[in-house]
């Protein structure tokens, strides 16, 4: 996925409100961003850090910057706009990149289904094989060499993991798929000390039979790009 414009780096001078951030442009402007990110963000808004934001033309919008990457202090890449994984999974089953979703002749985003009235973010179909429901997830928290999922605790996150279990007993295929876009993590696990109710529904969820799909991507300020499937581990 290339951005449509080129991105422009400032100083990240704080996160705040969850939504918002304030930056340092080169020239010493100070400005206010959109971060389209809901998460605790831990390891990725550090003052100081190197922001990579995008301009909209919308010109209704009050704060038209969006916060896209963070460049940290220890030099990893991040894509801290959450809502570019469902983007990059989607792209990267167009391509036939991600080996274990080929082989489906249509692809849906955002349908309604299960109990608790969810959407899923990708409904792949083929009349010759069951439907596969795929939930894709953002990572982006790394502690002490191991990254995980959630970086806080998640009620709507665990309805998800329900309602895919729910899909898997019915006969047809349930993907949680983690897409990792910090460039640091190598492999990714269910955060028990963050959210232990998620990390027993995960567990719950590969008994019942949904599949657990990690991809990391490739990232820089002019492109990002899933490429290699990386473990998921049971600490």
């Not at 849906?108 to 429901?133: F, H, M, Q, W």
């Amino acid at each position: 996925m290339k951005f449509a414009q080129p991105l422009q780096s400032a100083l990240l001078i704080k996160r705040y409100k969850r939504f918002l951030a304030d930056i340092k442009l080169p020239d010493g402007e100070i400005r206010t961003i959109h971060c389209a990110n809901t998460g605790a963000m831990t390891g990725c808004a550090e003052p100081g850090s190197t922001v990579w934001f995008s301009t909209s033309d919308n010109p209704k919008r009050k704060y038209p910057n969006s916060w896209e990457l963070t460049h940290t202090l220890a030099g990893d890449w991040i894509c801290v706009n959450t809502a570019q994984a469902n983007k990059l999974v989607t792209e990267a089953i167009n391509k036939g990149a991600i080996t274990e979703l080929r082989g489906y002749s249509s692809l849906k985003t955002e349908v309604k289904y299960g109990s608790e009235n969810s959407r899923i973010d990708i409904l792949l179909e083929d009349d010759s094989k069951p439907a596969c429901y795929i939930e894709v997830k953002s990572v982006t928290l790394l502690e002490n060499g191991q990254g995980y999922f959630p970086d806080a605790v998640t009620t709507r996150g665990q309805k998800h993991l329900r309602e895919l279990m729910e899909v898997a007993q019915s006969g047809q295929r349930a993907v949680l798929f983690f897409a990792i876009l910090h460039s640091g993590i190598e492999n990714v696990a269910a955060a028990h000390h963050i959210d232990p109710n998620y990390h027993q529904l995960i567990k719950e969820a590969e008994k019942a039979g949904v599949e657990i799909i990690s991809y990391k991507a490739k990232l820089s300020q002019h492109d990002i790009e899933l490429h290699t499937c990386i473990e998921f581990s049971h600490p």
